[in-house]
T-cell receptor, first 113, second 115 residues
Framework: AQSVTQLDSQVPVFEEAPVELRCNYSSSVSVYLFWYVQYPNQGLQLLLK??????LVKGINGFEAEFNKSQTSFHLRKPSVHISDTAEYFCAVSGQGAQKLVFGQGTRLTINP | DTEVTQTPKHLVMGMTNKKSLKCEQHMGHRAMYWYKQKAKKPPELMFVYSYEKLSINESVPSRFSPECPNSSLLNLHLHALQPEDSALYLCASSQEGGGQNSPLHFGNGTRLTVT
């Protein structure tokens, strides 16, 4: 079985500052890892995914994440945030043979001008 | 624009009403999902259809009844709901069911209020 922990429920940052949203997972099998973003009054949108291969994954809107197997982490980063990045961010994990995706509790990213 | 379309966007219903939520995708995906999301929480899986067959029911009360008429459509029939069922109901699809290495594509949801 898989599980995922998002270490911060809220992250406030100033506009144009860098940000890191933390995600740790546990799994007994090979993992597939995802970050989704949810803007107000919308569904979830895929930011990026790690299935295999290069551990540095680039996604949409300037986000990237690094898969670290030894630390069982998949932290999301952006070097310079914009007001429009204000949203809820969900880390999710699945694995070989898994029937469903497991979501973290979410991190609320708030960008202050 | 989302490629998964959900209707209606908002729904208010009484506890004795019967209503249906609809979801449509034209990406050729073979798996479709219903999720329930309460405020400030992650989505909770309710049902999964894979190749038009129900493959997962997460012990959802029988007042929620899913239906998959064809590979592009997914319905959720609602009857005798409780106020605690008020939530955002999200539909999603993915290329394949099971294995879960296919990303989910979500609709924008139906905001349901039960009075």
């Amino acid at each position: 079985a898989q599980s995922v922990t998002q270490l911060d429920s809220q992250v406030p940052v100033f506009e144009e500052a860098p940000v890191e949203l933390r995600c740790n997972y546990s799994s007994s099998v090979s993992v597939y890892l995802f970050w989704y973003v949810q803007y107000p009054n919308q569904g979830l949108q895929l930011l990026l995914k790690y299935l295999s291969g290069s551990t540095l994954v680039k996604g949409i809107n300037g986000f990237e994440a690094e898969f670290n197997k030894s630390q069982t982490s998949f932290h999301l980063r952006k070097p310079s945030v914009h007001i429009s990045d204000t949203a809820e961010y969900f880390c999710a994990v699945s694995g070989q043979g898994a029937q469903k995706l497991v979501f973290g509790q979410g991190t609320r990213l708030t960008i202050n001008p | 624009d989302t490629e998964v379309t959900q209707t209606p966007k908002h729904l208010v219903m009484g506890m004795t009403n019967k209503k249906s939520l609809k979801c449509e995708q034209h990406m050729g995906h073979r798996a479709m999902y219903w999720y329930k999301q309460k405020a400030k929480k992650p989505p909770e899986l309710m049902f999964v259809y894979s190749y038009e067959k129900l493959s997962i029911n997460e012990s959802v009360p029988s007042r929620f009844s899913p239906e998959c008429p064809n590979s592009s459509l997914l319905n959720l029939h609602l009857h005798a709901l409780q106020p605690e069922d008020s939530a955002l109901y999200l539909c999603a699809s993915s290329q394949e069911g099971g294995g879960q290495n296919s990303p989910l594509h979500f609709g924008n949801g139906t905001r349901l209020t039960v009075t």
